[in-house]
């Protein structure tokens, strides 16, 4: 192969191997089976237009002019003239394309689905970047300048991920940006000439020419450099912990190591509770059983957000500790608030990754696998060293708390310290959130009924409406415009009611989770994506942390709140919700055989093991099974085809010696080229200069041959002598089985490294290439030598008429 089809084949491994970390972002992933035929054609284009040869620009050009065609032909078929040629309604349709993937990808959360705006982005963007990168490795033959384009598409990727690109993506990217440079150093090499290796090795083939097979030793070091440039990016960052938030820090990780001590960072978790509110289907997240007699209120609580700078409420900076085999009394909860334990079992599905543990607040005794951490002051529990909820079975045992009226109004002021904390507010907020608040509450007379008024207030008598396409805006400005405009979601009722509480000065704080989900026909409840919310806790000594939902049609109202609703009013929300007259139990019903989701949950006994994810509810997607399957069987079987090629050619010259001379004659030649090509795979290169002879005494030499295999090829050469020279040839029978002997000895000295690659990749597999490239070359002479008979005839034609008309 040419050194430009080393850096084609080069650059369009790495512009693919760099998309890889767009994988995650998107699903179903099968568009990247897209934008790998596009790019080849592309390719392939690039190819073509060097061989003519063009003029640089003209190759960047008719790449360009290919890809469109080839992306109209794709996304705009049915806009475009004959189906692929770009006009005006194609490129209004791409407008819209482009306009409905930018507004997906503001609307929904990672992964988003595959639309076909998204879609075009996501492949047209791989487009752009394989142009740049073959244009400037291949065309203008600068491989190191084209690293530039595919650090942008990783960074996309990584920012789009907010930086929780996977190792393994940066890898994949940069080992095959390695392999381009690669494929450039040996070509500027090879222009210098023919290239030796080193010095041979105690007890080698050969004497580290180029007829002993080895790799050249300009190559060997590149590789060797390449390798530890790699290893030293991979170490060096683990090998330095402080050196926080680098390029393989996964999202929002803390700073808490294994053992005891640790902090939580401070990271805000509702970047992406509005997207999960957008999402078009609602992918179920979380199973669960429990044996709660009222599921209504059994939200499961993520973490608390107790700290607002005026710009965000976010989560404290505060010490974690190994988790405890049973957790603290809450704080403020007294005896006499009355509360029962009640169990509940869980299972994440596959498809959730969260660092914080849903659980029912408060929670008493958690039992769970992994690395997970305890935060007191939250009651929360974080993952630890990337540990994530994907996929995770646990046990919670919690508190049911069940405070009445009555309590909560007669409860004593709060501890200074927690006062002092969980009611501090920005000097940013605006005068309009402490008057609203005033305002609202006046008239009550204890903490307990200012909360219940503006629970109210936001629920039933402000005008409030429910609507997450409101733009959401955690700042005091936000706060302030939600006032005055009555739309938004959970983020915005929840956000406003805890400031207007701090402000009235009522310890609050803002709750991330989700709502208790939906129950389903086997005694289940099923938390989905859409079922993220956000609600305020307020303190009340004696009871501790309290819930209130003041977002209306969502959740559910506390129990302890109704009594102060005005008569005649509606006290609970909009949103259908879970009798309580049905309760779960956490042990399953008797019956002959065990619904998969109990078998997941691990309710059928331990011979009924969860054995995969929790479903999602929609069952399993044929679709995506099948290009699933087709894109690992494309993949294998492109991996494995010099394998299959190998194996074919071989058996075709091992068949039949045919019926005539002829035929024996050109079977025997056959069975040389087989033997010589065995000893290609084997590292020993053929040299078609030398006599038959010669040539398998080098093949014996160089692959340490011995006995009967060694015999063998000069057998086969002698075979072959007799049907070169003889003036009659009798061409000799059992050459099969001399192949064979021959493969068993290379089999017996080469290594294992040696006979793998032998067998996977073998090195004379290249002859499809050269056989290709042949072929290639007949068809451009035929065509030039027809253009030039056509240009002739034309030309004499028009002489002919010049003459008459004369």
């Known amino acids: 192969m040419s050194g430009r089809g080393r850096m084609t084949l080069g650059s369009y491994a790495a512009t693919l191997m760099a998309a890889g970390a767009l994988l995650p972002l998107v699903r179903p992933a099968t568009w990247i089976f897209t934008?790998?035929?596009?790019?080849?054609?592309?390719?392939?284009?690039?190819?073509?237009?060097?061989?003519v040869p063009l003029a640089r620009p003209l190759t960047v050009a008719a790449q360009a002019v290919v890809t469109l065609l080839a992306v109209t032909l794709v996304f705009a078929s049915g806009q475009a003239i004959l189906g692929f040629l770009p006009g005006f309604q194609a490129f209004a349709h791409f407008a819209a394309l482009f306009e409905a993937g930018a507004a997906d990808i503001g609307r929904y959360a990672i992964p988003a689905p595959d639309t076909e705006g998204i879609r075009l982005m996501v492949v047209g963007g791989v487009l752009v970047i394989g142009l740049l990168v073959d244009t400037l490795a291949v065309t203008f033959r600068s491989a190191a300048a084209s690293g530039l384009p595919l650090l942008a598409l990783y960074s996309v990727a990584a920012g789009l991920s907010d930086g929780g690109a996977s190792w393994l993506w940066f890898l994949l990217a940069a080992t095959g940006y390695l392999v381009l440079l690669l494929a450039e150093g040996r070509d500027r090499l090879s222009q210098w000439g023919r290239v030796f290796g080193g010095a041979p090795r105690t007890g080698g083939r050969g004497a580290g020419g180029a007829d002993s097979g080895q790799v050249l030793a300009p190559?060997?070091?590149?590789?060797?450099?390449?390798?530890?440039?790699?290893?030293?990016?991979?170490?060096?960052?683990?090998?330095?912990?402080?050196?926080?938030?680098?390029?393989?820090?996964?999202?929002?990780?803390?700073?808490?190591?294994?053992?005891?001590?640790?902090?939580?960072?401070?990271?805000?978790?509702?970047?992406?509770?509005?997207d999960n509110l957008r999402q078009p289907e609602d992918r179920e997240v979380l199973r669960y059983r429990t044996n709660a007699p009222d599921v209504n209120g059994m939200y499961l609580r993520l973490v608390a957000l107790d700290q607002f700078d005026g710009t965000s409420w976010k989560s404290s900076v505060r010490p974690i500790q190994d988790v405890p085999d049973r957790l603290p009394r809450p704080d403020g909860l007294g005896d006499e608030v009355r509360s029962t334990e009640v169990t509940g079992n869980f299972v994440a599905s596959t498809t959730y990754e969260q660092k914080w543990l849903p659980m029912p607040y408060p929670a008493a005794k958690v039992d769970i696998d992994g690395r997970w951490r305890y935060e007191p002051a939250g009651r929360m529990l974080v993952g630890d060293d990337r540990q994530t909820t994907r996929g995770a079975r646990y046990t919670v045992a919690s508190l049911d708390v069940q405070p009445t009226a009555g309590q909560l109004a007669a409860a004593s002021p709060p501890p200074a310290k927690l006062l002092a904390e969980y009611t501090r507010v920005p000097s940013s907020l605006p005068a309009d959130v402490r008057s609203t608040a005033l305002a609202v509450t006046s008239g009550a007379h204890n903490d307990y009924e200012r909360a219940v008024k503006l629970q109210d207030w936001f629920t039933l008598d402000g005008g409030f409406r429910y609507d997450v396409e409101v733009e959401s805006g955690t700042g005091v400005q936000a706060i302030s415009r939600f006032l005055k405009q009555k739309e938004g979601f959970c983020v915005h009722f929840s956000f406003s009611m805890a400031a207007m509480a701090r402000v009235l000065g009522i310890p609050a704080r803002v709750a991330v989770g989700f709502m208790p989900g939906s129950a389903q026909s086997d005694g289940t409840m099923s938390v989905g994506i859409r079922d993220a919310h956000a609600w305020p806790e307020l303190y009340f000594e004696g009871a501790g942390w309290v819930r209130f939902e003041p977002t209306p049609t969502r959740g559910s109202t506390p129990e302890y709140t109704r009594q102060q609703a005005p008569a005649g009013t509606p006290t609970g929300s909009a949103r259908p919700e879970v009798s309580a007259s049905a309760p779960s139990s956490v042990t399953p019903s008797a019956s002959d055989s065990c619904p998969a989701q109990l078998r997941r949950l691990g309710e059928c006994g331990p011979d009924a093991a969860a054995g995969g994810d929790a479903s999602d509810g929609g069952g399993v997607d044929l679709l995506k099974v099948f290009l699933w399957c087709l894109g690992v069987a494309a993949v294998l079987l492109l991996l494995l085809s010099p394998l299959l090629w190998r194996t074919r050619v071989r058996t075709r010259r091992l068949g039949s010696m045919g019926r005539t001379v002829e035929h024996a004659s050109a079977r025997t030649l056959a069975v040389w080229r087989e033997v010589n090509d065995t000893a290609w795979d084997h590292g020993v290169v053929p040299n078609e200069s030398l006599t038959p002879r010669k040539a398998a005494a080098r093949i014996v030499r160089l692959g340490r041959l011995e006995g009967e295999p060694a015999n063998a090829v000069h057998r086969v050469a002698r075979a072959v002598e007799q049907v070169l020279y003889a003036p009659q040839p009798r061409p000799a029978a059992g050459l099969a089985e001399e192949v064979a002997l021959v493969r068993a000895g290379f089999h017996a000295v080469s290594g294992r490294r040696s006979r793998v690659r032998a067998l996977l990749a073998p090195r004379s597999a290249v002859r499809v290439l050269w056989a290709a490239s042949a072929r290639w070359s007949a068809v451009t002479d035929r065509w030039s030598a027809w253009r030039g008979d056509v240009t002739a005839r034309a030309s004499g034609l028009l002489q002919r008429v010049s003459r008459q008309r004369g």
């Open 219 to 274: 190559v060997r070091t590149g590789r060797r450099i390449g390798v530890l440039a790699m290893g030293i990016a991979l170490v060096v960052p683990a090998a330095l912990p402080a050196l926080s938030g680098g390029l393989f820090d996964g999202p929002g990780e803390g700073s808490g190591t294994g053992g005891k001590g640790g902090t939580i960072s401070a990271v805000n978790p509702l970047v992406s509770l509005q």
């Open 35 to 51: 934008a790998a035929i596009l790019l080849a054609v592309q390719s392939g284009v690039g190819v073509l237009t060097r061989r």
